[in-house]
């Protein structure tokens, strides 16, 4: 059974930071892609960073320069650096993992980004 489960999220003032983690089993973690997705309130889920099983890493326009995303092939887990954060980062941040080559699509349960002051 597959499971992501993120942690990490809460309250942050603006200009802070956070690290996100999602710990993942159930899969050969290293031949998956792993990416962080978020959702505000009234819109749509939107890719905010990904990295693919050989490392190559792609960003959103909106946090390049300040979100870095890594993985950790030997604890299985992808994390979510977050810095300079402002008010428009908030969300529910979910993980995701996926298989281009055949289509398996997983994602976790969620956690919630609020920054405010």
């Known amino acids: 059974q597959v499971q992501l489960v993120e942690s990490g999220g809460g309250l942050v003032q603006p200009g802070g930071s956070l690290r996100l983690s999602c710990a993942v089993s159930?899969?050969?973690?290293?031949?998956?892609?792993m990416g962080w997705y978020r959702q505000a309130p009234g819109k749509q889920r939107e890719l905010v960073a990904g990295v693919a099983s050989n490392g190559v890493t792609n960003y959103a326009d909106p946090v390049k320069g300040r979100f870095t995303i890594s993985r950790d092939n030997t604890k299985n887990t992808v994390y979510l650096q977050m810095n300079s954060l402002k008010p428009e980062d908030t969300a529910v941040y979910y993980c995701?993992?996926?298989?281009?080559?055949?289509?398996?699509?997983?994602w976790g349960q969620g956690t919630q980004v609020t920054v405010s002051s």
């Open positions: 159930g899969i050969i973690f290293s031949t998956y892609a």
């Open positions: 995701n993992a996926r298989k281009y080559t055949t289509g398996f699509n997983s």
